[in-house]
C-alpha cells in the first residue's frame, strides 16, 4: 500500500513540475514580447519628441538631422528583428502624416527636408525596411570580404615567413655539414702528414 501511496504522490509531483514548466515558457515569450514593444514604443518617443520641438522652433535644418537618425534606427531593429523596424517606421510615418501642415508651414522651401518628409511618408515601412536591409546586407559582405582578405594576406605571409624560416635552416645545415666536412678532411690530411713524417724520420733513422 506503501509503495502504491509513493508512486502516486511522485506521478503528482512530475505532474506539477510540468506543468510548472508549461506555465513558465509562456511567460517568458510573454515578457520577451512586452521588451520588444517597450523598445519599439520608446525609441518612436524619442523621435517624435525630437521631431516635436524642431517642428515647435521651425528649425528645418536639425529637423532634417533628426529624420536622418531614423535610418539608423531601423538599422539597429534589423540587427535584432525586422518586424520591430516595421513598427516602427509605420510609427514614425504616422506622426509626420499627422504634423504635415506643420512641416510644411516652416520647411515647404527646404527641399532636402521635402525629400527627407516625402521618402519616410511615401514609400510602404516594408519597402522602406527591405532597402535598408539589402543596404546593410551589402556593408555586411563588404566588411566579410575584407575580414577575408586580411586572413587570406595573413596566412600568405605566415607560409612565406614559414618558407624563409626554413631556408635558413637549411642553409645553416648545409653550412654546417660544409664546416664539419672541411674540418675532417684537415684533421685527415694532418693525420696522413704526421704519419708521413714519422715514417721519414724512422728512414732516416735506419740509414734508408
Not at 533628426?66 to 531601423?74: D, F, G, K, Y
Not at 653550412?175 to 672541411?182: F, K, L, P, T
Request: proline fraction near 1%; aromatic fraction near 4%.
Amino acid at each position: 500500500m506503501k509503495k502504491v501511496l509513493f508512486a502516486v504522490v511522485a506521478c503528482m509531483a512530475m505532474g506539477f513540475a510540468s506543468c510548472g514548466n508549461k506555465t513558465q515558457a509562456p511567460a517568458e515569450a510573454a515578457d520577451s514580447t512586452v521588451v520588444a514593444e517597450q523598445s519599439v514604443d520608446e525609441a518612436v518617443s524619442a523621435i517624435t519628441a525630437a521631431l516635436t520641438e524642431q517642428i515647435e522652433a521651425k528649425d528645418a535644418n536639425k529637423f532634417q538631422a533628426t529624420l536622418a537618425t531614423v535610418q539608423e534606427q531601423v538599422k539597429e531593429f534589423l540587427t535584432t528583428n525586422p518586424e520591430l523596424a516595421k513598427e516602427y517606421v509605420t510609427k514614425v510615418q504616422e506622426f509626420l502624416k499627422a504634423n504635415a501642415e506643420q512641416i510644411k508651414a516652416f520647411a515647404g522651401d527646404n527641399a532636402a527636408v521635402a525629400a527627407a518628409v516625402e521618402t519616410l511618408t511615401v514609400t510602404p515601412a516594408e519597402t522602406f525596411v527591405n532597402g535598408l536591409t539589402s543596404a546593410v546586407g551589402g556593408v555586411q559582405e563588404a566588411g566579410q570580404a575584407a575580414v577575408d582578405q586580411t586572413v587570406d594576406a595573413a596566412n600568405a605571409a605566415v607560409e612565406g615567413a614559414k618558407k624563409a624560416g626554413q631556408d635558413a635552416v637549411d642553409n645553416t645545415k648545409k653550412a654546417a655539414e660544409d664546416a664539419a666536412n672541411a674540418a675532417k678532411e684537415d684533421a685527415k690530411k694532418k693525420a696522413n702528414d704526421a704519419i708521413d713524417e714519422g715514417a721519414n724520420k724512422q728512414k732516416k733513422g735506419l740509414g734508408l
